[in-house]
């Protein structure tokens, strides 16, 4: 018996692969490779970065009645988070999309209140009321972004709410102005995987470079409230900056400033819109952290020069197949012992 969605899959070995650039954050702990995990192409990375902008407000707020499942995710809030720029390989089908999210501390996935596996990466298929466990899912999934929030704000954005809490009209309409698309990748379709069958692995992936969020967060922030400082200055009229305390990206004003500079002011009211920053002027703040440091990029992560010991299953395999496995481990690796601090 097949459980939903997982289907008798077999791929051609002659199918031709499709190579697509994508962006991942996580904690580097978890690795480097989107092995159960969700990647994004560079709009769909854009939005989920900037919706949780608005986080330090919202999760202080957690009694308005909001979700703030993202108040603990790990993709988020952990201390060694990294953003990765990946060479993704596919081919076969698009599948389901999972929604794969770092399992909570007491076994059950906060996104779908299904059990799993404490801190490890667990994938949900199907709608948001009746989810299943596809981590077993061979095809790379996709999903539309602006087909699946772009009807959020104006649920969530209204006027009785707008009252109270003006806030929650700030995160979701990002998806209008970035849309994008995310993927979702998993250890059975995982052509590096130890053991993969190549007639029905579905995926593999290459690391372009891999940068601290913290760097890549800098040069975003520096994009907008450059913009901002040549048209409204709203920023600087910040209690924070105007008492050169320097950035608070947690007071409110800096949140408010950010998403008015980025969507236009008028777009953080119910039913309101205006453009904003441009979304090329986004999309070059975005690329940035990826350039040579030399062009202004983030420092690079770098590959551990000690390796560590091979896992159980790779050390018949060839050096060009278990490369990208090998790859993966020493990152997880290094980032382990350092204590899972910041690098």
């Given at each position: 018996?097949l459980l939903?969605?997982v289907?008798?899959?077999v791929?051609?070995?002659?199918?031709?692969?499709?190579?697509?650039t994508?962006y991942?954050v996580n904690?580097?702990h978890?690795?480097?490779?989107?092995?159960n995990?969700?990647?994004?192409?560079l709009?769909?990375?854009m939005?989920?970065?900037?919706?949780?902008?608005?986080?330090p407000?919202?999760?202080?707020n957690?009694?308005s009645?909001?979700h703030t499942d993202?108040c603990?995710?790990?993709?988020v809030v952990?201390?060694?988070?990294?953003?990765?720029?990946?060479s993704?390989q596919?081919?076969?089908?698009f599948?389901?999309?999972g929604?794969?999210n770092?399992c909570?501390s007491?076994?059950?996935?906060p996104f779908?209140g299904l059990n799993c596996?404490?801190?490890?990466?667990f994938c949900?298929?199907?709608d948001y009321h009746?989810?299943?466990?596809?981590n077993n899912?061979?095809r790379?999934?996709r999903?539309?972004?602006?087909?699946a929030f772009?009807?959020f704000s104006?649920?969530?954005?209204t006027?009785?709410?707008?009252?109270?809490?003006?806030?929650?009209c700030?995160?979701?309409p990002?998806?209008g102005k970035?849309?994008?698309m995310?993927y979702?990748?998993?250890?059975?379709g995982?052509?590096d995987?130890?053991g993969?069958?190549?007639?029905t692995?579905?995926?593999a992936?290459t690391?372009?470079?891999?940068?601290?969020?913290?760097?890549?967060?800098?040069?975003?922030?520096?994009a907008?409230?450059?913009?901002?400082?040549?048209r409204?200055?709203c920023f600087?009229?910040c209690?924070?900056e105007?008492?050169?305390?320097?950035?608070?990206?947690?007071?409110?004003c800096w949140?408010y400033c950010?998403y008015?500079t980025v969507?236009?002011?008028?777009?953080?009211l119910?039913?309101?819109?205006?453009d904003?920053i441009?979304l090329?002027?986004?999309?070059e703040?975005?690329?940035l952290?990826f350039?040579?440091?030399?062009?202004g990029?983030?420092?690079?992560?770098?590959l551990?020069l000690k390796q560590?010991p091979?896992?159980?299953?790779?050390?018949a395999r060839?050096?060009d197949?278990q490369?990208?496995a090998?790859?993966n481990?020493?990152?997880?690796?290094?980032?382990t012992a350092?204590?899972?601090?910041?690098?």
């Open positions: 018996m939903p969605g289907l008798p899959l791929v051609s070995a002659t199918q031709p692969w499709q190579q697509l994508v991942h904690p580097l978890q690795g480097v490779l989107p092995v995990m969700d990647t994004a192409d709009h769909g990375d939005f989920f970065d900037l919706r949780s902008k608005v986080l407000v919202e999760c202080r957690s009694s009645g909001h993202d603990s995710n790990g993709e952990d201390a060694d988070l990294v953003i990765s720029k990946l993704l596919i081919r076969g089908d599948g389901d999309y929604r794969c770092i909570g007491a076994g059950v996935d779908s596996t404490a801190g490890s990466y949900t298929c199907g009746s989810p299943y466990p596809c899912e061979r790379v999934g999903e539309d972004v602006g087909a772009g009807n104006s649920k969530i954005c006027w009785d709410r707008w009252v109270d809490a003006p806030w929650m700030w995160g979701w990002v998806v970035t849309g994008g995310w979702s990748t998993t250890e059975a995982w052509c995987a130890p993969a069958d190549p007639l692995c579905t995926w992936a690391v372009v470079k891999v940068v601290n969020k913290t760097c890549s967060d800098a040069k975003i922030y520096d907008v409230e450059a913009y901002d400082a040549q409204a200055q600087e009229r209690p924070a105007s008492s050169s305390a320097g950035r608070n990206t947690s007071d409110a949140i950010f008015a969507l236009g002011a008028a777009s953080l119910p039913g309101g819109h205006e904003g441009p090329s002027v986004l999309d703040a975005f690329e952290p350039l040579p440091e030399a062009e990029g983030c420092p690079e992560v770098p551990p560590p091979r896992a159980a299953g790779l050390g060839p050096w197949v490369r990208a090998m790859v481990s020493w990152y997880r690796a290094a980032a350092g204590g899972g601090s910041r690098l």
